[in-house]
């Protein structure tokens, strides 16, 4: 089964994000829990990243200043991730709208080891 290709991508959100974040992502229909739900509140971000990676899933945070270098660091020490979402602070709404469509766009084979900016998903003005 490690050969089979999974598409969608399983979400880990870590403290940084709104609470009710997971909770709202699996109301549209896809898999997301989070640091709270988790009890792993105040969990260094290097544990975080490797629980996230321990359950398929990739980390979404707006903790750019610590993950943007511990993927850089993971992947110069050959160690794998299930990939790591990075974004701005922004209002929730327009933090589930960018999320949806990375989510929709973006497979999990595709994330995996890999760093994405949500500012690259939010609507393009015409």
Request: glycine share 4%; net charge negative.
């Amino acid at each position: 089964m490690a050969d089979e290709v999974k598409l969608f991508i399983a979400l880990y959100v870590d403290e940084d994000v709104h609470k009710a974040f997971a909770k709202e992502i699996r109301r549209h229909g896809f898999d997301a829990t989070s640091a709270d739900e988790e009890n792993r509140r105040e969990v260094s971000d290097e544990k975080q990243l490797e629980y996230a990676t321990s359950l398929g899933r990739a980390l979404l945070t707006h903790n750019r200043q610590h993950f943007a270098p511990l993927h850089e660091r993971w992947l110069s020490e050959g160690r794998e991730h299930a990939g790591i979402i990075l974004s701005t602070r922004i209002e929730i709404g327009e933090l589930l709208r960018r999320t949806l469509r990375l989510l929709n766009e973006v497979t999990a084979d595709e994330m995996r080891n890999n760093l994405r900016h949500l500012n690259d998903f939010a609507e393009r003005k015409s």
